[in-house]
Nanobody
Framework: QAPLVESGGGLVQAGGSLRLTCTSS????????MAWYRQIPGQEREFVAA????????FYADSVAGRFTISRDNTLNTMWLQMNSLKVEDTAVYFC????????????????WGQGTQVVVSS
């Protein structure tokens, strides 16, 4: 079983909202930064948002800033991605990633992934 499990994806109309959930089975969750990535078939996985391990500092891709909100609860080993004002171009499979690293403004994913959850935004 994958160490991370995502849920909450689905079909939504443009302008609507979805909330994705990622639950980790790894004990190190409270001390690890976490991130969301997304992937469109045929394209590389791209960074969406990240959150630091303790103080909850957040980082967003320009394409989602102001519309998406990443959050976490270390007592539940859970992270969320609240997605508002969804656009057709947000359609993708969304993955959570544990223990990504940051260099400057660039986030690099680790090899700790979930199975992904599909988000489809219709026009």
């Amino acid at each position: 079983q994958a160490p991370l499990v995502e849920s909450g994806g689905g079909l939504v109309q443009a302008g609507g909202s979805l909330r994705l959930t990622c639950t980790s089975s790894l004990r190190t969750f409270p001390s690890d930064p976490m991130a969301w990535y997304r992937q469109i078939p045929g394209q590389e996985r791209e960074f969406v948002a990240a959150i630091s391990r303790t103080f909850g500092r957040t980082f967003y891709a320009d394409s989602v800033a102001g519309r998406f909100t990443i959050s976490r609860d270390n007592t539940l080993n859970t992270m969320w991605l609240q997605m508002n004002s969804l656009k057709v171009e947000d359609t993708a499979v969304y993955f959570c990633n544990q223990r990504p690293t940051r260099e400057g403004t660039t986030w690099y994913a680790s090899d700790v992934w979930g199975q992904g959850t599909q988000v489809v935004v219709s026009s």
